[in-house]
T-cell receptor
Framework: SQKIEQNSEALNIQEGKTATLTCNYT??????LQWYRQDPGRGPVFLLL?????KEKRKERLKVTFDTTLKQSLFHITASQPADSATYLC????????????FGAGTTVTVRA | AAGVIQSPRHLIKEKRETATLKCYPI?????VYWYQQGPGQDPQFLIS???????DKGSIPDRFSAQQFSDYHSELNMSSLELGDSALYFC?????????????FGEGSRLTVL
C-alpha cells in the first residue's frame, strides 16, 4: 500500500540553527511533492512545491530537495526563528493535472529562543 | 486577498444527528476538496469536485454526501453522526486549468459529536 512517512519524532532546535525534515514514500510515483505548514487548529498553508523532474527548490529561508530514486524529500529551514514553530506536512500528488494530495503525518518543529 | 471561507467554524452535535458544513472557494477556483483531520492525525482526503461534478472520492463514509453548486460553493452533509466523526474538516480550493498545484485551505470547521 502507498505510504508517506515523516520524521516520527518532534524536532526541537535552537534559534538560528537549521531544521531538516524528512519525507519518505513507498509504492508511489508522485508527479510532485509539496510542503505545508500547519499551526494548531488552523488550515495547512502552502510553502513549496517541487516536481518529479526537479532536484531542488528554494524560497527565502526554505529549501526542498527531491530524490525520486531514494523516494525521499528533505525540507530545510535555515536560520530558524521561534515563529517557525509549527507542524510541517509533506504531501504528494500522483498526477500533474489533479491536485488531490495525500499527506504525511507531519513533523512538529519547536524553535527555542 | 480573498481566502477559502468555511462555516460554521465550530459545531457541536449529538450522536445520530445531522450536520452540514459549507465551503466558499476563492473566486475563480473551480475545484474544491474536502479533508478530515482527526486529533493528531494527518488530513485524510474525503471527496473533490471540479466544475460541479464529483471528480474523486476518498475515504468518505456512506453516511456523508457532498455537492458543489453553480456558484462553486460546496456543502458536506453528514448524517447519523458518530463519536468518531469528531474532527477538523478542511475545505481547499484550486483553479484546475491555471493552477500551479498548490491547494488553498480554509481555516476548517471543528465538529464535536457528543
Amino acid at each position: 500500500s502507498q505510504k508517506i512517512e515523516q520524521n516520527s519524532e518532534a524536532l526541537n532546535i535552537q534559534e538560528g540553527k537549521t531544521a531538516t525534515l524528512t519525507c519518505n514514500y513507498t509504492n508511489y510515483s508522485p508527479a510532485y511533492l509539496q510542503w505545508y505548514r500547519q499551526d494548531p487548529g488552523r488550515g495547512p498553508v502552502f510553502l513549496l512545491l517541487i516536481r518529479e523532474n526537479e532536484k531542488e527548490k528554494r524560497k527565502e529561508r526554505l529549501k526542498v530537495t527531491f530524490d525520486t530514486t531514494l523516494k525521499q524529500s528533505l525540507f530545510h529551514i535555515t536560520a530558524s526563528q521561534p515563529a517557525d514553530s509549527a507542524t510541517y506536512l509533506c504531501a504528494l500528488s500522483r498526477f500533474s493535472n489533479d491536485y488531490k494530495l495525500s499527506f504525511g503525518a507531519g513533523t512538529t518543529v519547536t524553535v527555542r529562543a | 486577498a480573498a481566502g477559502v471561507i468555511q462555516s460554521p467554524r465550530h459545531l457541536i452535535k449529538e450522536k445520530r444527528e445531522t450536520a452540514t458544513l459549507k465551503c466558499y472557494p476563492i473566486p475563480r477556483h473551480d475545484t474544491v476538496y474536502w479533508y478530515q483531520q482527526g486529533p493528531g492525525q494527518d488530513p485524510q482526503f474525503l471527496i473533490s469536485f471540479y466544475e460541479k461534478m464529483q471528480s474523486d472520492k476518498g475515504s468518505i463514509p456512506d453516511r456523508f454526501s457532498a455537492q458543489q453548486f453553480s456558484d462553486y460553493h460546496s456543502e458536506l452533509n453528514m448524517s447519523s453522526l458518530e463519536l468518531g466523526d469528531s474532527a477538523l474538516y478542511f475545505c481547499a480550493s484550486s483553479p484546475r486549468v491555471a493552477g500551479t498545484g498548490e491547494l488553498f485551505f480554509g481555516e476548517g470547521s471543528r465538529l464535536t459529536v457528543l
